[in-house]
């Protein structure tokens, strides 16, 4: 069983930086693909960014892409988003995805990860 917890979170100011992380347990974060979702308020979740088995392929929604960057350290089992410039519109619960697949596939659809986190809560104010 994988089991992923996000922390990281907060309540910052428009323009500023987060370091969002998802430790893996249970499973070698090797053999899986991992993505970020968030879900805003009164809003369907939706895709932000994933990231292959090894970190040789990544990939960005257009809402974020220049301002968040994915990225993975296998050997401590933990993923990151790294949030620079943010905006009220990023304010949202952060979810970590994870799938197993040893291949560059990384979906981006929601339907497409059977393990998820508890989400942790990112607010943007102006």
């Known amino acids: 069983q994988v089991q992923l917890v996000e922390s990281g979170g907060g309540l910052v100011q428009t323009g500023a930086s987060l370091r969002l992380s998802c430790a893996v347990s249970g499973r070698s974060l090797n053999n899986y693909a991992m993505g970020w979702f968030r879900q805003a308020p009164g809003k369907e979740r939706a895709f932000v960014a994933a990231i292959n088995w090894s970190g040789r392929y990544e990939y960005h929604a257009d809402s974020v892409k220049g301002r968040f960057t994915i990225s993975r350290d296998n050997a401590k089992n933990t993923v990151n988003l790294q949030l620079d410039s943010l905006k009220p519109e990023d304010t949202a619960v952060y979810y970590c995805?994870?799938?197993?697949?040893?291949?560059?596939?990384?979906?981006?659809?929601?339907?497409?990860?059977?393990?998820w986190g508890q989400g942790t809560q990112v607010t943007v104010s102006s």
């Open positions: 995805a994870a799938r197993y697949s040893t291949s560059s596939y990384f979906p981006t659809a929601e339907n497409e990860y059977p393990y």
